[in-house]
């Protein structure tokens, strides 16, 4: 019996879904994929009599229907699922209703628009001495937040940050970034749809940032990214330091 192959269809290029994926997607005899999120160009990779369908117009019901049969038939069934679906993918849904019917998955790992964002920028989210750890979060909205998880809960740690699903809210989002303790002049970037062809970057402060969002009509498939490893401040003294990068390689050969 076959399975169904969930996929990461990447942030927006349709470039840069991995080689294993477009195999999958080539071959593949259904593919249901998710709606506007995730670049209809792909699908130019599906074969000309592969059943194709939108999950922006089905419920969990429908689109485990169509994964049964697909499966019980004996056919390559693939799930498009937008970025990586390891981050606010609805992976887990999908997977308890497939156990309940005893049908086979596997997973094939995305590109996350966190990681096309931050490229778009040409920026790196750890920075040395600047910051090591990246929080990667989102507003409460119709789906809760732990209240320890809050985002001026995370602020107080004042390191790299990426936001999802939340610029329609920005200014209550910067809000509580500097409740939690980011200084209001921590730069910030709003990245609008990263990797796609109609990309938009803004660059700022917390001061300004929600204004720039405004100005420019940005409400949706943005991330919000905030942090100190957005702006000028670097020491790499020590990065490529000869003795530096002895020690290094010799920690990737085991000693740690």
Same mark, same amino acid.
């Given at each position: 019996?076959?399975?169904?192959?969930?996929?990461? #269809?990447?942030?927006?290029?349709? /470039? *840069?879904?991995?080689?294993?994926?477009?195999? %999958?997607?080539?071959?593949? +005899?259904?593919?249901?994929? =998710?709606?506007?999120? @995730?670049?209809?160009? %792909? *699908?130019?990779?599906?074969?000309?009599?592969?059943?194709?369908?939108?999950?922006?117009? &089905?419920?969990?019901?429908?689109?485990?229907?169509?994964? /049964?049969?697909?499966?019980?038939?004996?056919?390559? @069934?693939?799930? *498009?699922?937008?970025?990586?679906?390891?981050?606010?993918?609805?992976?887990?849904? $999908?997977?308890?209703?497939?156990?309940?019917?005893?049908?086979?998955?596997?997973?094939?790992?995305?590109?996350?628009?966190?990681?096309?964002?931050?490229?778009?920028?040409?920026?790196?989210? !750890?920075?040395?001495?600047?910051? $090591?750890?990246?929080?990667?979060?989102?507003?409460?909205?119709?789906?809760? @937040?732990?209240?320890?998880?809050?985002? $001026?809960?995370?602020?107080?740690?004042?390191?790299?940050?990426?936001?999802?699903?939340?610029?329609?809210?920005? /200014?209550?989002?910067?809000?509580? %970034?500097?409740?939690?303790?980011?200084?209001?002049?921590?730069?910030?970037?709003? @990245?609008?749809? #990263? !990797?796609?062809?109609?990309?938009? =970057?803004?660059?700022?402060?917390?001061?300004?940032?929600? #204004?720039?969002?405004?100005?420019?009509?940005?409400?949706?498939?943005?991330?919000? &990214?905030?942090?100190?490893?957005?702006?000028? +401040?670097?020491?790499?003294?020590? *990065?490529?330091?000869?003795?530096?990068?002895?020690?290094?390689?010799?920690?990737?050969?085991?000693?740690?």
């Amino acid at each position: 019996m076959s399975k169904v192959h969930f996929v990461g #269809a990447g942030p927006g290029d349709k /470039e *840069l879904i991995t080689l294993k994926g477009y195999k %999958l997607l080539k071959n593949a +005899d259904i593919v249901i994929y =998710a709606g506007s999120l @995730v670049n209809p160009e %792909l *699908l130019d990779y599906c074969k000309e009599d592969c059943e194709i369908y939108n999950s922006a117009v &089905m419920d969990l019901g429908e689109i485990i229907d169509v994964m /049964e049969r697909g499966v019980r038939e004996n056919k390559e @069934v693939v799930r *498009l699922q937008t970025g990586d679906f390891s981050i606010y993918g609805s992976i887990r849904e $999908q997977v308890e209703e497939l156990n309940k019917v005893d049908v086979g998955f596997d997973c094939i790992p995305g590109v996350s628009s966190f990681l096309g964002a931050s490229s778009a920028l040409g920026v790196e989210y !750890t920075v040395p001495e600047i910051s $090591q750890s990246v929080i990667i979060t989102r507003m409460e909205g119709r789906t809760p @937040v732990p209240e320890k998880e809050s985002i $001026q809960e995370f602020a107080k740690h004042q390191t790299s940050m990426v936001i999802f699903l939340s610029v329609q809210e920005i /200014e209550k989002v910067v809000e509580r %970034l500097i409740e939690g303790g980011y200084p209001e002049d921590t730069p910030v970037a709003v @990245v609008y749809k #990263a !990797t796609w062809p109609d990309e938009m =970057a803004l660059r700022g402060t917390l001061t300004d940032i929600a #204004a720039k969002v405004r100005e420019n009509g940005i409400n949706k498939t943005a991330l919000i &990214m905030v942090g100190r490893f957005l702006g000028q +401040d670097y020491n790499n003294s020590k *990065l490529y330091d000869k003795d530096f990068v002895h020690e290094y390689r010799g920690n990737e050969d085991g000693e740690n």
